[in-house]
């Protein structure tokens, strides 16, 4: 079974600090994982994703992900965060292979701040 | 850029009552999904499609639950009774490989009372 953990229900960084929001896996085969952000009131929207190759992703919106096997883990930065970002962000896992079902994790509150 | 529809946004039904949910997943995508997100809780993986057939479902989707595809565009949800631990955001997606990344409608909130 897969499962994700998210550090930090909310997170809370003023205007042009660094974002550092923390995602640790679980899995049994190699995952493929994934970033979504979903804004008040409206649906998941992908920010990065990583299958295979290249262990650091870059997304929408400037942020990027770093894959870390030895760690399990796949933190999204962005290094100046905006307004704009105030979201809910959502860490989540699949197997690889076909029709595989997303895990998530309970996400984490991005409040920025003046 | 092609967007997962969801229809109604909001539905509100009394509890026992059946509810049917309507996704009108990316037209080239053959993989469809639904989640639901209790307020204030993780996405809850419910049931996962393809080629016309059930490909996997979780715990949460038992008998009150079917899904169907109607049309060549229109996938459905279905709760045959409701009952109150039904309030939740239902969300449907879908994605055009099973590896590939899904794509998600804005949800649809449904409160019984």
């Known amino acids: 079974a897969q499962s994700v953990t998210q550090l930090g229900s909310h997170v809370s960084v003023s205007e042009g600090a660094l974002v550092l929001l923390r995602c640790n896996y679980s899995s049994s085969v190699p995952p493929y994982l994934f970033w979504y952000v979903q804004y008040p009131n409206q649906g998941l929207q992908l920010l990065l994703k990583?299958?295979?190759?290249?262990?650091l992703v870059k997304g929408i919106n400037g942020f990027e992900a770093e894959f870390k096997k030895s760690e399990t883990s796949f933190h999204l930065t962005k290094p100046s965060a905006h307004m704009s970002d105030a979201a809910e962000y959502f860490c989540?896992?699949?197997?690889?292979?076909?029709?595989?079902?997303?895990?998530f994790g309970t996400g984490t509150r991005l409040q920025v701040t003046l | 850029e092609p967007e997962v529809t969801q229809t109604p946004s909001h539905q509100v039904t009394q509890m026992g009552q059946e509810v049917i949910l309507r996704c009108v997943p990316i037209?080239?995508?053959?993989?469809f999904y639904w989640y639901r997100q209790i307020l204030g809780q993780k996405v809850e993986f419910l049931v996962s499609?393809?080629?016309?057939?059930?490909?996997?479902k979780s715990e949460i989707f038992d008998d009150q639950f079917s899904v169907e595809r109607p049309d060549g565009s229109n996938f459905t949800l279905k709760i045959r009774s409701t009952k109150l631990e039904d309030s939740a955001m239902y969300f449907c997606?879908?994605?055009?490989?099973?590896?590939?990344?899904?794509?998600f409608g804005d949800g649809t909130r449904l409160s019984i009372l």
């Open positions: 989540a896992v699949s197997e690889t292979g076909t029709a595989s079902k997303l895990t």
């Open positions: 499609f393809y080629n016309n057939e059930i490909s996997e």
């Open positions: 997606a879908s994605s055009d490989q099973g590896s590939q990344p899904q794509h």
């Open positions: 990583y299958t295979t190759g290249a262990t």
């Open positions: 037209s080239n995508h053959l993989y």
